[in-house]
């Protein structure tokens, strides 16, 4: 699930195996989040579009896919963006190979 702001994405199989609704996932979400701790309130949820984490653009349209398809569609990284498991946060790094030498 991406964040409200779009370049935060948590990833949980904890939540996971509560994927068979959507309605249930977004209210655990909520209550997973707020015992978590996090700092800050990221608003998780499967709707959510990714964006540039800076320029802020959305990436992505979630609106009118379907819930299955969300749940199990690819993760998508990118330079900026927070990744949030069960276990830890990241920040994501990419590291660019110069090709040209």
């Known amino acids: ?9 948590l ?10 609704k959507e309605e249930l996932l977004e209210k655990v979400a909520r ?8 700092g800050k309130h990221y608003g998780f ?5 990714m ?9 992505t349209s979630r609106t009118k ?3 299955r398809k969300i749940i199990d569609s690819r993760l998508v990284f990118l330079d900026g963006m927070t990744f949030i498991n069960d276990e830890k946060s990241y920040q994501v790094r990419i590291k660019v ?3 040209h030498n």
């Open 1 to 9: 699930m991406y964040s409200k702001d779009g370049f935060s994405l």
């Open 11 to 20: 990833v949980s199989e904890q939540l996971a195996k509560m994927a068979d």
């Open 31 to 38: 209550t997973y989040e707020e015992n978590r701790n996090f």
């Open 45 to 49: 949820s499967v709707r959510n579009e």
């Open 51 to 59: 964006k540039c984490p800076n320029c802020k653009f959305p990436l």
């Open 65 to 67: 896919e379907k819930y």
């Open 97 to 99: 190979k110069d090709t």
